[in-house]
């Protein structure tokens, strides 16, 4: 169940690739890759033989040539056509502020079964895709993969500027058109770096702290990086801030409850749809 959710949620954020170099995402783009589309078309040098439809070959070498000097010939062969596999290159972004752990509420540890669930699924599933780990507090800094399990809150407010300053970093040095941003978070931002300071605001939403977030998430738009959000938190305030984040990037939302895996409410504001999953 939960591995199964993971993968219906990736196919809902891979589903906008640009062509690239060959991956294993299918596209909607018609190319080399292993799924056929209902077109053919005719051979062409380099085809794939396993891509060979059989029964319009044979079908076109009768119509060709008849069945007295029935022959095949290179002008005979149908191919079936295939949707282009691509790859993109994804950060990563997992929220290890003091939230995360406030109240008695543990979401730290559902947000690392999610981290944990989608790097493995992208790895297993995607192998030629890059994929970097990143973690937000007050600052951002890259982790391994085999750091995920033991990754602890700290005493951190929430920079996300900082976090999103460092993906966009990762992504500008990746040469791949797919890129994309993937944020588990417990929802809004309390600090952003002015200089050498910090500038924090725990309370409720600070408009210097929201303006700086929120244009990050227009520029991610702009320069064609989606972010995907997994929100681990169900308060309606903090809900109303990726709700704002979400449609100033125009991605994607996943809404949990603090069982992290169980139950989604998938958002996608670029395709104006709302459904439970």
């Known amino acids: 169940m939960e591995i199964a959710l993971r993968r219906q949620a990736l196919d809902e954020i891979f589903d906008q690739l640009k062509k690239s170099r060959k991956g294993e995402h299918t596209t ?110 007050d600052d951002a800094w890259q982790i391994e993969i085999k750091d995920l399990p033991y990754l602890e809150v700290g005493p951190y407010h929430t920079n996300t500027v900082a976090g999103l300053e460092l993906a966009m970093d990762i992504l500008r040095k990746r040469k791949n058109p797919n890129k994309q941003i993937m944020m588990i978070t417990d929802g809004k931002p309390t600090c952003i770096k002015k200089g050498k300071n910090y500038y924090k605001n725990s309370f409720g939403l600070d408009r210097k702290i929201l303006n700086r977030t929120l244009a990050l998430a227009v520029n991610c738009r702009k320069i064609h990086i989606p972010i995907t959000t997994f929100m681990i938190a169900r308060d309606p305030y903090l809900v109303h801030f990726v709700d704002q984040f979400t449609k100033a990037n125009g991605g994607k939302a996943f809404y949990s409850s603090l069982d992290g895996l169980g139950e989604f409410i998938f958002m996608d504001y670029k395709q104006n749809k709302k459904r439970r999953n």
């Open 28 to 137: 909607n783009i018609s190319g080399q890759g292993d799924e056929f589309t209902s077109e053919l078309r005719p051979y062409q040098f380099g085809d794939k033989l396993d891509n060979l439809a059989v029964s319009e070959t044979l079908r076109n070498a009768q119509i060709n040539h008849g069945l007295d000097d029935f022959r095949l010939t290179e002008n005979d062969l149908a191919i079936h056509e295939t949707y282009f596999q691509s790859q993109t290159s994804t950060v990563l972004m997992i929220d290890i502020s003091h939230s995360m752990i406030l109240y008695g509420e543990d979401r730290i540890t559902p947000a690392k079964k999610v981290a944990m669930a989608l790097s493995e699924l992208i790895i297993t599933r995607y192998p030629k895709d890059t994929l970097d780990i990143i973690v937000f507090g």
